[in-house]
């Protein structure tokens, strides 16, 4: 089932391609331009729950048998499975909705770090961290209710099945998010080449649009993250065979607090990963432009291969620390510490890891827009600001320190996410045989049941004992003969009934005879 909702999911973002339409017009602005590409994300979105429903009637049972953890097995309905995928594709919109709000051109949390960008380069800067803060609280109540809702619904299976509808429009995510980069360097094309001034209007509209689709890409992302570590979690704690993860250990808690700290060194490695690419980045533009003759007049040629050599080799060193870290973190917890331990990592690296997500990312979106804005010119307390006053240059102070918030420390906590449960997962069974005495063999996964298998094993399990139809012709006083079968007793004796619901006294069968006469013979 999640493989064919993801099947569909691709095919109507297809379709939802055509559905994005922009008049190419001298008035298009930023607002026309998003408004097009969320009516082919609301086009897609829709017709996949709409095709969902009879997807799931047909390939489900009307009633299932669910896990529920800390509560046995409930019975699930379809419609319930039905319903988690529609948490999931909700949450996805109104993650993209939340994201639009705090980072796109024109809205009010980009105006005020526009209007704080008046007063200087730090004010400006507090007003960035100070809107992605603020804009972790409403995706984290959104994640919060998904979980709650699709696990109410459907249990685990609930929370896999929103994940699931949740990624399953990503063919339209990774589009919209493609197209940021696409417009950033059009315009930076267009600015090079001296292209006329409104094509490079049109290019700063487009770049404006991808500066919040891009914030949008990323939130999708955390947020499929979030619910995919869930359901990896889950998966721990089955092959583990461990019965839960009490925080009242010392061991798991410790494990907790490792855990959440992951993300923000993490963080710190990612930001000055970039320091460093930067520094040797500016040494190398200043020696091209002491040793090449004309580079400054614009007549010499300048060594782009130099600088494109010193951002590959400086990626790809730079995060071998912080890969260490993400793999090797979770075998020393998992070993060291025990499997209810590692569960504890687990959930602080996932928890810490999409705070610090939202936050960046929103905040370096917003940041972004904020610069942008002052292409046009902004009104600041009734005076307006163009490109090159003051407080633009507060702006781009603002942006590049955005820049790795939103490029570089903000998406890679999607990856730390994934790659710690991951790794979890894998050692699962080896620390399954291997923990303390309360943690076995990992259990077999849960077993969906139709309704005849679950009356089945009832029945099964109400039996006690079988009881034996032995013939009885037993005479009631009314003078009848009842010719029917009498269940006998466990010791072999037969009841019959008589009017008035009594019963005569045990009699004893053949079979309870003879047991009794061996039993006399042994003891003689």
């Known amino acids: 089932l999640p493989v ?51 997807v799931i009637k047909w ?29 999931g594709l909700l949450v996805g919109a109104m993650i993209s909705a939340i994201t639009e709000y705090y980072t796109g051109l024109g809205k009010k949390p980009v105006l005020s770090i526009v209007r704080q960008s008046a007063t200087g380069h730090a004010t400006n800067v507090i007003a960035g961290l100070a809107t992605g803060m603020m804009s972790t609280w409403m995706p984290i109540v959104m994640f919060s209710g998904a979980i709650w809702a699709a696990y109410s619904l459907a249990g685990f299976y609930g929370v896999a099945i929103a994940a699931s509808a949740m990624m399953a429009t990503t063919a339209m995510q990774l589009a919209i998010d493609a197209f940021g980069p696409i417009a950033d360097n059009a315009g930076g094309i267009a600015e090079m080449s001296e292209l006329p001034k409104d094509v490079r209007e049109r290019t700063d509209v487009l770049d404006s ?20 570590a869930l359901g990896l979690f889950a998966a721990y704690v089955d092959f583990t065979g461990i019965e839960g993860i009490n925080i009242f250990k010392a061991k798991v808690l410790a494990a907790l607090f490792l855990g959440g700290m992951i993300p923000v060194v993490f963080s710190a490695l990612a930001m000055q990963s970039v320091g460093k690419a930067a520094m040797d980045m500016v040494n190398e533009v200043r020696r091209q432009f002491r040793e090449i003759p004309g580079l400054l007049e614009g007549t010499g040629q300048a060594e782009y291969g130099k ?10 060193r730079e995060m071998l620390a912080p890969g260490l870290i993400a793999l090797v973190t979770p075998l020393i917890v998992g070993f060291v510490m025990g499997p209810e331990a590692l569960g504890g990592y687990m959930a602080g690296v996932t928890v810490s890891g999409v705070m610090w997500a939202i936050f960046q990312s929103n905040a370096g979106g ?38 790795p918030f939103k490029d570089t420390s903000g998406p890679s906590m999607n990856i730390l996410i994934k790659l710690s449960c991951l790794v979890g997962l894998a050692i699962a069974p080896i620390l399954g045989s291997h923990g303390d005495a309360h943690t076995g063999m990992p259990t077999p996964p849960p077993v969906i049941q139709s309704p005849s298998d679950m009356q089945i094993s009832r029945m099964k399990s109400d039996v006690v004992q079988p009881q034996v139809i032995q013939p009885s012709n037993s005479i009631v006083p009314d003078g009848q003969t009842r010719g029917s079968a009498a269940p006998t007793t466990p010791s072999g004796t037969s009841t019959s009934v008589v009017p008035g619901g009594q019963t005569t006294s045990p009699q004893p069968t053949d079979d309870g005879q003879k047991k009794d006469d061996a039993a006399k013979q042994k003891k003689q």
């Open 4 to 54: 064919l909702i993801a099947g569909l999911g691709i095919l109507f973002s297809i379709i939802g391609m055509w559905f994005i339409r922009v008049k190419d017009t001298a008035e298009t602005s930023a607002e026309t331009v998003q408004g097009a590409l969320n009516t082919g994300n609301w086009a897609s979105i829709i017709l996949t729950a709409a095709v969902s429903y009879p």
């Open 59 to 87: 390939m489900l049972p009307e009633k299932m048998m669910m896990n529920f953890f800390g509560s046995g097995t409930q019975i699930v309905s379809n419609t319930n499975v039905f319903n988690a995928v529609m948490v």
């Open 209 to 228: 649009v991808g500066n919040t689709t891009a914030a949008i890409g990323k939130g999708f992302a955390i947020a499929s993250a979030a619910l995919t």
């Open 307 to 316: 600088c494109v050599e010193i951002s590959t080799s400086a990626a790809l």
């Open 366 to 403: 917003a940041w972004d827009n904020a610069k942008k804005s002052f292409e046009k010119g902004v009104d600041i307390d009734g005076q307006t600001y163009f490109k090159g006053s003051e407080p633009h240059k507060a702006a781009v102070t603002g942006d590049t320190v955005g820049d």
